[in-house]
């Protein structure tokens, strides 16, 4: 007998038995599938509203977990575990022990919006998974994907300069997380880019290093941007309940570097 | 006529960072073809990046104020009313921004707020049309017209157009598109293959033409946009392609990129061909192959286009 909606269900808690007798009935074959019964007293009930505070996040509460994200996911037809729908309904369940299971996964979404593209409520389940992957690491359940280091090292370049230079973003975010360069398919593609290329635009292409692509006069739009982001950033801390947290952490480093220097 | 085919004989021109970089060849077959065309293209000045893919994670109402600001230096400062990006990601993110400017407030308040001290001309909604380079010349030159200046047939190649995802999705943001019979489709998007059909090409049936390649993990997550294209490249020629013609620079390095990775990673090697759709609508034109920048591609397809006659 299937389960309905299994894709709810961790495969560990369904039991399928090849011989059993229940009250002295013998459902072998038939009634054998079981899911496992459990008790869960960790409701987060603030979690689906944290989510929805931050950007991306705000229509969750929209779904009716017809599944058609799920459905039409390019992460999930490579890996299932990758179950937007899934999450959504544990979020919106406040089931956080359970969303934790899956932390390490759920910023690989590609943000190819096919889920919005199907979705008949406008959740825009890929904003939904941005949210969701930039809560986790705000509430410092893990720690931040290699994605969100090249969101940022690619907005500073933009908020500094207006452009991005694509060989620098590359060799601030291998940086960042620590990746070699010399990797041997980096390599080809860089020796297949050279042997058909000439000189003279190798020449230019090594100067777009020393003379970086500007927006002119970029300064006040820069500081103009950075200051939005700063204030949205404190915003969602305090949605989150962490501006608290991050006064607490201040106040004691204080009070230990005065101690340190009394 | 139609006024639209007079209105994009001249358009501004947001080339978009990744065509000074990756996607060098893309910006060079761009403005190529549209010489060839006797189309003029006005470059916006002193533009910025668009957002991409990675500042809405930041925030998206920054995304919504970098596209705001190069619509309104177009519209405001050049006088123009269309702006033609030919990167997917810069057209999505001026279509988003046109957008989220008619709609919401909230929106249009953060616009102005930067703007303003940024010293320039907040952008309001409906002062420019943002156009792909596939409506472009779609709509000012059209498969007749392209017809009649095609020099060298592209004698039946076979061709798998790839769109990917930023040109359809999410639908919204597209208002002109599934308007029935001459408009583009979110779902089978065919702008590309009448194109490049009028220029002598064979389409295959290509099933994966919205795809996704993985662009925006193909370094935060490579090994899934390694699969991503693996799967694209192998459907291409599992229809029988030759050439999978692109029309968006992070597309095409991706493809390019993975296209080696796979091999070095996988030891899964797929031979076809990836060309920008300019580039083959340049040397069905008559531009010789260097004219639109094959040899600034990552793979290699000059041998492939001189066994075609075509350069």
Redesign the interface.
Known sequence: MPIHEEHLIRPENIKTKDNLVIDGIDVSGHWSTFIESRVVTDYNEEMEEEIAALPGGEFIHRCWQCGSCTNSCTVNAINPEFNPRYWIYLIRMGMESELLRDKDIIWQCVSCNKCTYACPRDVFPEGVMKATSHWLELKGHTEKSPSMHFDEVFAEQIIETGKIEEGRTIRNFFKRTGQSLTQDWMIQMVKNLISNLPVKLLISMGLANVLRPKTRNWAAAGAAISEYAEEKQEEQREALGLTELVEMAKQETESLESKANS | MSEKNEKYKKVAYYPG??L???G?AYNRSTKQVGKALGLELDEVK????C????????????QT??SS?VLSIAANEMGHDVVMAPCNGCYHNLKKAEYDLEKDEKSKE?VE??SK???HKTYEAGEVETIHALDWIKDAIGEEGLKERVKNNLNGMKIANYYG??Y????HIFPEKDQGPGSES?LEPHFMDDLLEAAGAENVDFPLKT??C????T???SD??T??VLNILKAAEASGAEVIATECPTCHSGL??HQ??AE??YGEKTNVKILYFTQLLGVALGLNAKQVGV??????S?EFLKEKGLT
């Open positions: 960072c990744a000074e970089g990756t060098h002193n533009w910025n990046c957002g991409a893919m990675e500042v809405k994670n930041i925030d998206p109402k920054i104020y970098l600001r953060v707020r930067i001290k940024a010293g995802c930023m359809t999705r999410p639908r979110t795809a996704c993985g662009g925006a993990h370094l935060s997550d899934t946009s699969k991503l390019e990129m080696i990775r070095k990673k040899h600034e591609n990552v793979s290699h000059m």
